[in-house]
């Protein structure tokens, strides 16, 4: 199966990316050699590559990092050149202008790439019969729940982001029967700029920290959310249409921004950092996030009898380096 991955140098792209292909060199090559990915994105594959990194043997794997075509999803002659030439039987969407506050900014940029650029990747998949698989987000959500948000739910976004994501969503479904959309939430990851890091950061240089505690969802671990797509994709393998459709995943159980600073400093054995919990009022950025952004990942539970392990197990591993 070829599989198309836009994004694919972002947070989510690279761990995708390595899942896909078997994580690591030390997987079996027929393993390997499954899934054929072709990466999309406007920047380079970040380097040293994750295989290559993890010491695969002189001439086991040559070419570790993927064929990346530089192009624009809001060039839509481009990337229909692109998709002629390549026709992937599978694509992957993960390509999005991610900043929420810049978004919320610059309102025009986050539509074009967000919106305009699903839509143009919707309707070539459209054009060409290929199934397509759209990463979206809690942020579609705003917030008023006091249970967490079922795939049947009514989205209702209060941020541009947000909106300029369900738009995508929306194009997503009215253009194609085949297609998935994976909501998840407050990912953080190796390969990209994150909450986790952010804090470890922070901690190194200050001797308090004000974090937000009126904000509650799903801190959900890149390769956690990637081993599940996987999962999905297997299944999908052998049960095609009968998966279609829209489905939450994220690590298990919830907390807020203060309650994942806690644990961050706690599993990388910081004590002298003292965290100060603030509203989202006080912080007053740019965009207005979710009180409660919580996901229930039922679709998941129901179709696969899957479900994805609690947070701080994941944020455990990662602050390992796993
Ligand atoms: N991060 C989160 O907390 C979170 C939460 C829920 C859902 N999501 C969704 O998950 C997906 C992956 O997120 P992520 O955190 O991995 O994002 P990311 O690290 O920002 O990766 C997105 C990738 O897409 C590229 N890209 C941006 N605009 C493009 C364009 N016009 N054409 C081609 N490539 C373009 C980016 O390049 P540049 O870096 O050069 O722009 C980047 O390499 C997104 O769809 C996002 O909406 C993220």
């Known amino acids: 199966m070829k599989i198309l991955i836009t994004g694919i140098s972002g947070m989510l792209g690279v761990d995708l990316y390595r899942v896909l292909r078997g994580e690591s060199h030390k997987a079996p090559k027929v393993l390997r050699d499954k899934y054929e990915i072709v990466g999309l994105d406007t920047k380079d594959f970040p380097f040293p590559s994750p295989l290559r990194e993890e010491g695969s ?19 839509f002659k481009a990337i229909k050149e692109l998709f002629s ?19 919320e900014k610059n309102p025009d940029k986050a539509h074009k790439i967000n919106a305009a650029g699903a839509q143009n990747v919707a309707l070539l998949c459209w054009k060409l019969d290929i199934p397509l698989m759209y990463i ?22 209060i941020n541009v982001y947000g909106k300029s994501k369900l738009a995508g969503e929306e194009y997503v479904k009215s253009l194609l029967d085949k297609f998935f959309i994976i909501r998840t939430s407050w990912l953080y990851g190796r390969w ?3 909450f ?4 470890l950061k922070l901690a190194r240089e200050k001797s308090e920290l004000k974090v937000v505690r009126n904000q509650v969802g799903s801190p959900t671990y890149t390769l956690d959310l990637s081993q599940q797509i996987k999962k999905l994709l297997l299944a999908y393998e052998e049960q095609k249409s009968a998966l279609y459709g829209i489905y939450h995943i994220t690590n298990s159980g919830s907390c807020s921004w203060y309650e994942f600073t ?23 950025r740019p965009a207005a996030r979710p009180q409660f952004s919580v996901l229930n990942n039922y679709r998941l ?22």
């Open 57 to 75: 043997g002189e001439g086991e794997d040559e070419s570790p990092s993927p064929p990346i075509h530089k192009v624009d999803i809001t060039d």
């Open 85 to 103: 030439q390549l026709i992937p039987d599978f694509v992957i969407h993960t390509a999005a202008y991610t900043d929420v506050d810049g978004c």
């Open 136 to 157: 979206s987000t809690d942020f579609v959500f705003g917030g008023e729940s006091k249970v967490p948000y079922a795939e049947f739910d009514e989205p209702c976004p």
């Open 192 to 194: 990209g700029k994150n």
């Open 196 to 199: 986790v890091e952010t804090i």
């Open 262 to 284: 806690q644990e961050i400093l706690r599993l990388a054995d910081i004590k002298d950092v003292k965290v100060v919990p603030i509203t989202s009022k006080e912080l007053a």
């Open 301 to 322: 539970k129901r179709k696969l009898g899957s479900s994805m392990r609690q947070w701080k197990e994941a944020l455990k591993d990662y602050l390992k380096k796993e």
